[in-house]
């Protein structure tokens, strides 16, 4: 079992930029493939980018490829999201997850462990 909890959210103008972090507890984070989902008001939640347990795979939705940079941690139990150009269309409650039952994916389902969210609001 692993616990998840996101921080790093807030407000910033378009353009610019934030890293979010999700802290996991446990000795076996290592062993999980991790993501991050978001979740803008009225609108399904979706895949954002994934990280394999190692690190050394990684997959990110068309909408955030060039401008977010997911990474992981594993000595500090962490991963980030560096989000950089953000957009005002990105604006949405953040998610991490985690799940051990495939490589690095971008299926919401396959993700059994999530945290609680932090927000982020792109000004225009």
């Known amino acids: 079992q692993v616990q998840l909890v996101e921080s790093g959210g807030g407000l910033v103008q378009a353009g610019g930029s934030l890293r979010l972090s999700c802290a996991g507890s446990?000795?076996?984070?290592?062993?999980?493939?991790m993501g991050w989902f978001r979740q803008a008001p009225g609108k399904e939640r979706e895949f954002v980018a994934a990280?394999?347990?190692?690190?050394?795979?990684?997959v990110y939705a068309d909408s955030v490829k060039g401008r977010f940079t997911i990474s992981r941690d594993n000595a500090k139990n962490t991963m980030y999201l560096q989000m950089n150009t953000l957009k005002p269309e990105d604006t949405a409650v953040y998610y991490c997850?985690?799940?051990?039952?495939?490589?690095?994916?971008?299926?919401?389902?396959?993700?059994?462990?999530w945290g609680q969210g932090t927000q982020v609001t792109v000004s225009s």
């Open positions: 997850a985690a799940q051990q039952r495939s490589g690095s994916s971008s299926l919401l389902d396959l993700y059994d462990h």
């Open positions: 446990g000795r076996t984070f290592s062993s999980y493939v």
């Open positions: 990280i394999s347990w190692s690190g050394d795979s990684t």
